[in-house]
């Protein structure tokens, strides 16, 4: 059974920092994209960032350059740290996966992080 968590969220500061993580379960964790997509209050979900394998990644507009994401394949952890935060990076942050089932792709979220981005 795919299980996705997210923790790490919080209440943050404009122009502070922010990690948050994804800890991965129930599928071959190594061999998946995996992705950080965010959704702010009244807006439809947004992808953020997604990491290939050990080392390809790539960032949605709004964030590269202050967003990095990474995994660890022993722990089977996904990592997303974002810099320089603004207000309008206020989101739920969900990790997502594609998983491979019985000759079907099927779409699995964490349960969301709360990132809040205030003074």
């Known amino acids: 059974q795919v299980q996705l968590v997210e923790s790490g969220g919080g209440l943050v500061q404009p122009g502070g920092s922010l990690r948050v993580s994804c800890a991965a379960s129930g599928f071959s964790f190594s061999s998946y994209y995996m992705s950080w997509v965010r959704q702010a209050p009244g807006n439809e979900r947004e992808w953020v960032a997604q990491i290939i394998g050990g080392e390809s990644t790539n960032y949605a507009d709004a964030l590269r350059g202050r967003c990095t994401i990474s995994r660890d394949n022993a722990k089977n952890t996904v990592n997303l740290q974002i810099d320089s935060l603004k207000p309008e990076d206020t989101a739920v942050y969900y990790c997502?996966?594609?998983?491979?089932?019985?000759?079907?792709?099927?779409?699995?979220w964490g349960q969301g992080t709360q990132v809040t981005v205030s003074s």
């Open positions: 997502h996966v594609v998983v491979a089932e019985n000759g079907h792709y099927k779409h699995y």
